[in-house]
T-cell receptor, first 112, second 113 residues
């Protein structure tokens, strides 16, 4: 099975940088995903890591260390619209494990 | 279609009644997933369809829950004899083989009273 841990809540100031951590224990691994979910809306895809290292996409970056079972999502130049829940998800390695297992999400509040 | 479509967007039902939730995936996507999200909780996997293969039902919480996918496209999630603990947002997602991830629908908010 899979177990995914991330902080429940975080608060940061507009214009600042925030790092949201995610740790996981899995029986197989085939990629780690970050999704953004605004209140009352569907999750939307942010990033995907399958190899170790940093993936950068505009203001958002995601890092993966497979040996440590660790990832983080880095948000730069925070904007008020970044207030949302950020979901870490892991995909298993074979067969029925192809489905994503999600963490409980980190609720980020951006303050003016 | 352009995105994953789910209907109804909201459903209020009385305890003990049956409900059907519909999902219309992105055209050409072979994989379809159902998740549910209770208030303040993460996404809980329910069931997974891939092409013509037998579905992975390992996440269904009880035998009151069932799902089918007709013609490899539209899927219906059925909950029989609904209970208050079934109240949640039911999310459907689809993906094509090799996709990085899923595209989610907007969900059906189910309230059992």
């Amino acid at each position: 099975g899979q177990n995914i841990d991330q902080p429940t809540e975080m608060t940061a100031t507009e214009g600042a940088i925030v790092q949201i951590n995610c740790t996981y224990q899995t029986s197989g691994f085939n990629g780690l995903f970050w999704y953004q979910q605004h209140a009352g809306e569907a999750p939307t895809f942010l990033s995907y890591n399958v190899l170790d290292g940093l993936e950068e996409k505009g203001r958002f970056s995601s890092f993966l260390s497979r040996s440590k079972g660790y990832s983080y999502l880095l948000l730069k130049e925070l904007q008020m619209k970044d207030s949302a829940s950020y979901l870490c998800a892991v995909r298993g390695s074979a067969g029925s494990a192809r489905q994503l297992t999600f963490g409980s999400g980190t609720q980020l509040t951006v303050l003016p | 279609g352009a995105g994953v479509s789910q209907s109804p967007s909201n459903k209020v039902t009385e305890k003990g009644k049956d409900v059907e939730l519909r999902c219309d995936p992105i055209s050409g996507h072979t994989a379809l997933y159902w998740y549910r999200q209770s208030l303040g909780q993460g996404l809980e996997f329910l069931i997974y369809f891939q092409g013509n293969s037998a579905p992975d039902k390992s996440g269904l919480p009880s035998d009151r829950f069932s799902a089918e996918r007709t013609g490899g496209s539209v899927s219906t999630l059925t909950i029989q004899r609904t209970q208050q603990e079934d109240s949640a947002v039911y999310l459907c997602a689809s993906s094509s083989t090799g996709d990085y991830g899923y595209t989610f629908g907007s969900g059906t908010r189910l309230t059992v009273v």
